[in-house]
């Protein structure tokens, strides 16, 4: 067994990062013709690109619910950097409904919303361990963020059920690496100098040259990184994302995809409207400003991200505005191409091995 592993033949319905958004999970299943149980009448099989958890009311909720339909048979999932932070025990923006010291910074945000209960540590973390990185088979690959061909080589190398601990043993070896080139001790300047938490988005720091190179240099060398949250560069400003003051900003990956096989995956918060990205706290780079909604892209347009910001329907319910307005859980079929979303609509995608179609004006 290894990280990668293989896809069941047949028609798939592709869903994307769910974000503990229970209800939007159920309403989706039951457009694309599931039972309870995860059944289709016609044999589909369900297939979860990762980031079950976090932000959204119910992410035990959601949890349970892939758990068992991945082991009645009916479903598979890769494991996002969600879960991965989770595994490793590495609280974030969101996770106050399993680390106890996110709740006071989490509350004024994402409450109401269930907490994980005390069997959950042994009925959950076995599972989330056991799931690959990526899925694939002749026609089809399936990743978090970011299908890399040496990464995922990589990736082939290492068993299921240790993914935090190599994942902590890669990040140690990509901190010794930064010792070699002095980026800790700049660091701890850098930090000393400010005197803010980079969670606090109410003060733009400058830019970190340091912080920088850190981020950058983990992701460089730490492949479950790269292929669970992305291709980054050293940015030029500082930027706030995901809850903190970032240096790096993401690379559109799928422009140098040359393979032939198509790629879907979900992570980078793809919107139906057109939206302020910083509605979402996303102040990053918008890597879909010029591709279609129901485009694929990519140099042979033939890698679709199906993340359409579902994780953001907290920003809604905090502004007290229909948070199914314009954050959607989607789903693609394949080899159908029908892009499906929770409200039941559904529409064909475009561009399928053409070049990208451009954004709605």
């Not at 240096?247 to 057109?274: K, L, M, N, Q």
């Amino acid at each position: 067994m290894s990280l990668v592993q293989a896809l069941p033949a047949g028609p798939l319905d592709v869903i994307g990062d769910v974000h503990g958004e229970r209800q939007a999970l159920q309403a989706l299943v039951r457009h694309l013709g599931y039972d309870d149980l995860g059944d289709h009448p016609t044999g589909r099989k369900l297939v979860f690109v990762g980031d079950f958890c976090d932000r959204g009311p119910d992410s035990p909720g959601v949890l349970a619910l892939v758990r068992r339909w991945v082991e009645a048979g009916n479903a598979y999932a890769v494991i996002g950097n969600h879960e991965i932070n989770l595994l490793r025990e590495d609280a974030k923006d969101g996770s106050g409904w399993y680390f106890d010291e996110r709740i006071e910074a989490d509350n004024p945000k994402y409450a109401p919303y269930a907490r994980a209960d005390q069997a959950f540590d042994d009925e959950m973390l076995p599972f989330l361990r056991q799931l690959p990185l990526a899925l694939e088979r002749p026609d089809l690959r399936i990743v978090h963020a970011a299908w890399i061909d040496d990464k995922i080589n990589q990736a082939r190398a290492l068993r299921p059920g240790h993914v935090a601990e190599d994942y902590d043993r890669l990040e140690q070896e990509a901190y010794l690496h930064a010792k070699t080139l002095g980026i800790p001790a700049r660091l701890n300047a850098e930090n000393q100098a400010w005197p803010f938490h980079l969670e606090d988005g109410a003060h733009c720091p400058p830019f970190m040259p340091a912080h920088a190179d850190s981020e950058l240099n983990k992701s460089q060398y730490n492949p479950l990184k790269v292929l669970s949250c992305g291709v980054e560069r050293r940015g030029t400003e500082p930027f706030y994302a995901g809850g903190k003051w970032r240096f790096v900003e993401r690379v559109a990956w799928w422009d140098a995809y040359a393979d032939s096989t198509p790629v879907i995956v979900g992570h980078y918060w793809r919107r139906i409207h057109e939206l302020d990205r910083s509605v979402l706290g996303k102040g990053d780079q918008d890597l879909f400003a010029d591709i279609h909604p129901h485009a694929w892209h990519g140099q042979r347009g033939n890698v679709f991200c199906v993340d359409f910001s579902v994780g953001a329907r907290w920003t809604a319910r905090l502004a007290g505005q229909p948070p199914e307005q314009d954050f959607k859980l989607a789903a693609l079929r394949w080899p159908e191409r029908v892009l499906v979303l929770d409200d039941g609509s559904a529409e064909p995608t475009t561009g399928f091995m053409q070049a990208p179609t451009p954004a709605l004006v």
